[in-house]
């Protein structure tokens, strides 16, 4: 079983291959590709959101759509794929620029609008 390390987290192998990966964080035990959970901790270290590695895919094999940009709302952030490539997309958020996964993208948005809707409840009270 062959280890790694990778921004305080460690990395395992899966069984006998070489090409699935593990990391433990938290209590949530995550598997995938070695680019792909690394995306994951990247994530996880920048928006505290644990991220399924298969929601990066395949990082950048396969197309998710031919040829040239593409632009996509997602509640008033605009997400945009320049290239096609299904992991490749970005989105300037809160003044700063947000990279990876179109889902990865709107689940992060996500959570933070309903934080942010929490936290303006709790000042009405």
Same mark, same amino acid.
């Given at each position: 079983m062959a280890a790694a390390t990778y921004r305080g987290f =460690? @990395? $395992?192998?899966a069984g006998n291959s =070489?090409?699935?990966?593990q990391v433990q964080i938290k209590n949530h035990t995550l598997s995938g590709s070695m680019p792909a959970v690394k995306?994951?901790?990247?994530?996880f270290c920048d928006t505290a959101?644990?991220?399924d590695p $298969?929601?990066? /895919?395949? @990082? &950048?094999?396969?197309? !998710?759509?031919? &040829? &040239?940009?593409?632009q996509e709302d997602f509640h008033g952030y605009t997400l945009k794929n320049d %290239? /096609? %490539?299904? %992991?490749?997309?970005?989105?300037?958020? %809160?003044?700063? @620029?947000?990279? /990876?996964g179109k889902v990865a993208?709107?689940?992060?948005? !996500?959570?933070? @609008?309903?934080a942010k809707q929490k936290a303006e409840q709790q000042q009405k009270k």
């Open positions: =460690t @990395l $395992k192998t =070489t090409d699935v990966w995306k994951s901790i990247d994530w959101n644990i991220i $298969k929601e990066f /895919g395949s @990082l &950048g094999n396969k197309k !998710e759509a031919e &040829g &040239g940009p593409v %290239n /096609g %490539n299904p %992991n490749e997309w970005y989105c300037f958020f %809160n003044g700063k @620029l947000i990279k /990876g993208m709107q689940k992060h948005i !996500e959570a933070y @609008l309903i």
